[in-house]
């Protein structure tokens, strides 16, 4: 089954490889440091522009919209004026009520209105658009009112039977009118879609591009820059070429999608005591305006609002649980969750949805970690190809020069390609370990419940190690030679965030191990074997963060990073609280002091740690209620059947001891246990491999 769309222009224009777009900033063209508070192109030598007030009376299009109206006095227009690259007049009595223009006013008094002013189009002359930009291809339109449409797939148990709809008269567009609403045909295989035109129209719709600019006025033009510099490269889920024509033309771009740029890009920009003239961004009213916009959009979902929706739930304060599986419904309406390699479009298109959907899926597995709550998505209904190149080839600024090209996009296709398989990964472990029915057989096998999860753990940890063997030097946070790199540049600051999931992930599996363990001491070897595999996992994770650099912490992370940083100080408490002797409880005690202060020093330069710094406060506040364990003397001398290798032996010594006293074939049910590695260098051998 497939569907698919009117591809919403917001991120999805014609892409243009000459078109004209604002110019991207790259430290590698440019000796001099770049003003990051310049408010636009034509006052990025001037100084900061006041805000004007009028006591008495808004413009003219103001008015008209009831929208604040703010002066900017480099131009000598309103803010929203000269966004919309119009006149800004004050011809109107704020006394007299507000009218709507009737189709009979004369054409030059709707030029005054919709005319670009010639002083604000100095630097970007407005281009008529061209005649094929109206029907971009074969199967994508885009039409007059973009905002007010929907597309549905059509699904195999509806009331519209698809054996039917194959006998419809179709146009050249494969496209017939049924009622109010549009059918296409996308595929051969019986896959149709309904477009949508007469959408109720709510409070959302009053809310246009002005709004959404005056709120982060006059940071609009700094903000595109710093998303394109920052999110874009490692979460590239828009076209950049045509978001770019679409911001500076003020043309065919959802305010939704604008809002949500916005919101995920604040961060990036200083706002500090250098702009004490400058009105500070309103971020509250941007975020609480783009959550509803989005909200009220997901009933009748387009390619912008699923974009959107991704970008917002980057942001972990929105990220919830609710807003996800809405999002993953919305997915499903636009048939995102289907192969479309032989749909009816042209390649960028299917390179568009391909990326939406994968960064979907991770936000959906992500978010199923972090929530504990079930996965929406399923195997067995997810038909989405893997990534190849072809389905970046449109995401990124197209230029002549390719050595530009490579610059901008830098390593971001393959980052982002790494963080979906290893997603892939983390959803066989919580498929394997984490529903309801693996938890229930895990409990009904009593004291062989853990050698049941090692023979499960067996195949998740191959593809662990096999993930972590293949990345590129590109995407390692360490040299050759096991250093970590003395010049960090943005791109590999990106690399952070997507080894802090592979820890995660390792952890995930092993606190079900940890869990499992018998507490009546019926198996004390092989509790012994997962628990030195255990520590060397919070080892290697705690150090891999007390490693982290102020340009990694700077840089952009997804929303599930701030709940990974909490899960290593979960599993240090994990091990700490299951521990059987009190010098091991010690131990764990110590390393998480040392974890605690990590991750105050790193809070300065990445504040969303401050949810793994109060998980921890917590969790140690509940420890006082767990019982005093007995020192290991006490122990060794109530359980002789433990083996006699003390607990800073390494896991190759156990081993050695396993298959001395068992014999080498016990030790295979923990042969995919993690190696003995103490630290990120020492993940890795000669060759790059995992040990």
Same mark, same amino acid.
């Given at each position: 089954?497939?569907?698919?769309?009117?591809?919403?222009?917001? =991120?999805?224009?014609?892409?243009?490889?000459?078109?004209?777009?604002?110019?991207?900033?790259?430290?590698?063209?440019?000796?001099?440091?770049?003003?990051?508070?310049?408010?636009?192109?034509?006052?990025?030598?001037?100084?900061?522009?006041?805000?004007?007030?009028?006591?008495?009376?808004?413009?003219?299009?103001?008015?008209?919209?009831?929208?604040?109206?703010?002066?900017?006095?480099?131009?000598?227009?309103?803010?929203?004026?000269?966004?919309?690259?119009?006149?800004?007049?004050?011809?109107?009595?704020?006394?007299?009520?507000?009218? $709507?223009?009737?189709?009979?006013?004369?054409?030059?008094?709707?030029?005054?209105?919709?005319?670009?002013?010639?002083?604000?189009?100095?630097?970007?002359?407005?281009?008529?658009?061209?005649?094929?930009?109206?029907?971009?291809?074969?199967?994508?339109?885009?039409?007059?009112?973009?905002?007010?449409?929907?597309?549905?797939?059509?699904?195999?148990?509806?009331?519209?039977?698809?054996?039917?709809?194959?006998?419809?008269?179709?146009?050249?567009?494969?496209?017939?009118?049924? =009622?109010? @609403?549009?059918?296409?045909?996308?595929?051969?295989?019986?896959?149709?879609?309904?477009?949508?035109?007469?959408?109720?129209?709510?409070?959302?719709?009053?809310?246009?591009?002005?709004?959404?600019?005056?709120?982060?006025?006059?940071?609009?033009?700094?903000?595109?820059?710093?998303?394109?510099?920052?999110?874009?490269?490692?979460?590239?889920?828009?076209?950049?070429?045509?978001?770019?024509?679409?911001?500076?033309?003020?043309?065919?771009?959802?305010?939704?999608?604008?809002?949500?740029?916005?919101?995920?890009?604040?961060?990036?920009?200083?706002?500090?005591?250098?702009?004490?003239?400058?009105?500070?961004?309103?971020?509250?009213?941007?975020?609480?305006?783009?959550?509803?916009?989005?909200?009220?959009?997901?009933?009748?979902?387009?390619? /912008?609002?699923?974009?959107?929706?991704?970008?917002?739930?980057?942001?972990?304060?929105?990220?919830?649980?609710?807003?996800?599986?809405?999002?993953?419904?919305?997915?499903?309406?636009?048939?995102?969750?289907?192969?479309?390699?032989?749909?009816?479009? $042209?390649?960028?298109?299917?390179?568009?949805?391909?990326?939406?959907?994968?960064?979907?899926?991770?936000?959906?597995?992500?978010?199923?970690?972090?929530?504990?709550?079930?996965?929406?998505?399923?195997?067995?209904?997810?038909?989405?190809?893997?990534?190849?190149?072809?389905?970046?080839?449109?995401?990124?600024? @197209?230029?002549?020069? @390719?050595?530009?090209?490579?610059?901008?996009?830098?390593?971001?296709?393959?980052?982002?390609?790494?963080?979906?398989?290893?997603?892939?990964?983390?959803?066989?472990?919580?498929?394997?370990?984490?529903?309801?029915?693996?938890?229930?057989?895990?409990?009904?096998?009593?004291?062989?419940?853990?050698?049941?999860?090692?023979?499960?753990?067996?195949?998740?940890?191959?593809?662990?190690?096999?993930?972590?063997?293949?990345?590129?030097?590109?995407?390692?946070?360490?040299?050759?030679?096991?250093?970590?790199?003395?010049?960090?540049?943005?791109?590999?600051?990106?690399?952070? *965030?997507?080894?802090?999931?592979?820890?995660?992930?390792?952890?995930?599996?092993?606190?079900?191990?940890?869990?499992?363990?018998?507490?009546?001491?019926?198996?004390?070897?092989?509790?012994?074997?997962?628990?030195?595999? *255990? $520590?060397?996992?919070?080892?290697?994770?705690?150090?891999?963060?007390?490693?982290?650099?102020?340009?990694?912490?700077?840089?952009?992370?997804?929303?599930?990073?701030?709940?990974?940083?909490?899960?290593?100080?979960?599993?240090?408490?994990?091990?700490?609280?299951?521990?059987?002797?009190?010098?091991?409880?010690?131990?764990?005690?110590?390393?998480?002091?040392?974890?605690?202060?990590?991750?105050?020093? =790193?809070? $300065?330069? *990445?504040?969303?740690?401050?949810?793994?710094?109060?998980?921890?406060?917590?969790?140690?506040?509940?420890?006082?209620?767990?019982?005093?364990?007995?020192?290991?003397?006490?122990?060794?001398?109530?359980?002789?059947?433990?083996?006699?290798?003390?607990?800073?032996?390494?896991?190759?010594?156990?081993?050695?001891?396993?298959?001395?006293?068992?014999?080498?074939?016990?030790?295979?049910?923990?042969?995919?246990?993690?190696?003995? *590695?103490?630290?990120?260098?020492?993940?890795?051998?000669?060759?790059? /491999?995992?040990?």
């Amino acid at each position: 089954m497939a569907t698919v769309i009117t591809i919403q222009p917001s =991120s999805t224009a014609v892409p243009t490889s000459h078109s004209p777009s604002l110019h991207r900033r790259h430290p590698s063209n440019s000796n001099s440091t770049p003003n990051i508070l310049s408010p636009s192109p034509i006052s990025i030598h001037s100084s900061l522009p006041r805000l004007g007030s009028r006591d008495a009376a808004s413009c003219d299009a103001c008015l008209r919209r009831k929208s604040r109206c703010a002066m900017n006095d480099l131009v000598n227009k309103c803010y929203s004026c000269d966004f919309h690259r119009q006149e800004c007049t004050f011809t109107l009595s704020t006394e007299a009520p507000i009218k $709507k223009r009737k189709l009979e006013d004369s054409p030059r008094e709707l030029e005054s209105v919709k005319r670009p002013s010639i002083q604000s189009n100095t630097h970007t002359p407005a281009q008529p658009p061209a005649p094929e930009a109206v029907r971009l291809h074969q199967g994508a339109m885009i039409r007059p009112g973009f905002f007010n449409q929907s597309t549905q797939h059509i699904g195999m148990t509806t009331e519209l039977e698809p054996a039917l709809l194959e006998y419809l008269p179709l146009d050249e567009y494969d496209e017939c009118n049924v =009622s109010n @609403s549009r059918i296409r045909r996308c595929a051969d295989d019986c896959t149709f879609m309904r477009v949508v035109d007469t959408l109720p129209i709510g409070d959302s719709q009053a809310v246009s591009l002005d709004a959404i600019e005056s709120l982060v006025a006059p940071y609009g033009a700094t903000l595109i820059e710093k998303f394109f510099d920052h999110v874009h490269p490692s979460f590239p889920i828009l076209m950049e070429d045509a978001f770019r024509q679409s911001y500076r033309e003020r043309r065919q771009l959802s305010p939704l999608l604008l809002a949500a740029v916005y919101v995920l890009t604040l961060k990036f920009v200083d706002v500090g005591a250098s702009s004490q003239t400058a009105r500070r961004p309103d971020a509250a009213r941007l975020e609480s305006t783009a959550l509803k916009l989005l909200i009220e959009s997901l009933p009748f979902p387009s390619i /912008s609002t699923i974009q959107a929706g991704l970008l917002l739930t980057q942001k972990s304060t929105l990220a919830t649980a609710s807003l996800n599986g809405q999002l993953v419904t919305a997915c499903f309406e636009l048939g995102l969750h289907q192969d479309c390699s032989n749909w009816r479009m $042209k390649t960028w298109e299917k390179g568009l949805r391909k990326r939406l959907a994968w960064a979907l899926y991770m936000q959906d597995k992500w978010s199923s970690l972090v929530h504990g709550r079930p996965s929406q998505i399923f195997a067995f209904n997810w038909t989405v190809k893997d990534l190849v190149e072809d389905d970046f080839s449109d995401a990124f600024l @197209s230029g002549t020069d @390719s050595a530009h090209d490579s610059a901008a996009v830098g390593h971001g296709p393959l980052l982002f390609c790494h963080m979906v398989a290893l997603t892939t990964i983390l959803s066989d472990i919580l498929d394997r370990f984490y529903t309801l029915k693996s938890i229930e057989d895990f409990t009904a096998a009593g004291n062989q419940r853990t050698r049941i999860i090692l023979e499960k753990a067996k195949p998740a940890q191959i593809r662990l190690k096999e993930w972590f063997s293949s990345l590129p030097p590109s995407l390692k946070m360490e040299s050759s030679t096991g250093e970590l790199v003395e010049t960090i540049t943005d791109e590999h600051a990106r690399n952070g *965030a997507l080894h802090l999931a592979y820890f995660a992930t390792e952890i995930t599996l092993h606190r079900c191990i940890v869990r499992s363990l018998a507490t009546d001491g019926s198996d004390s070897y092989l509790a012994h074997i997962c628990r030195g595999a *255990a $520590k060397t996992r919070l080892i290697s994770a705690m150090d891999f963060v007390n490693r982290l650099r102020p340009a990694h912490l700077r840089s952009f992370w997804p929303a599930s990073a701030r709940t990974n940083f909490s899960l290593i100080g979960s599993f240090g408490m994990l091990l700490r609280i299951t521990a059987p002797t009190n010098e091991e409880a010690d131990f764990y005690r110590v390393r998480l002091c040392e974890y605690r202060w990590t991750l105050s020093v =790193s809070h $300065k330069n *990445a504040e969303f740690m401050s949810f793994a710094l109060e998980s921890l406060d917590n969790a140690t506040a509940f420890d006082k209620h767990v019982p005093e364990k007995p020192n290991i003397d006490e122990l060794m001398a109530s359980q002789k059947q433990i083996p006699r290798v003390s607990f800073e032996g390494t896991y190759d010594d156990a081993m050695a001891e396993a298959e001395a006293t068992h014999g080498a074939g016990s030790s295979s049910v923990i042969s995919g246990l993690a190696s003995p *590695a103490t630290s990120v260098s020492d993940m890795e051998d000669n060759d790059g /491999s995992m040990l």
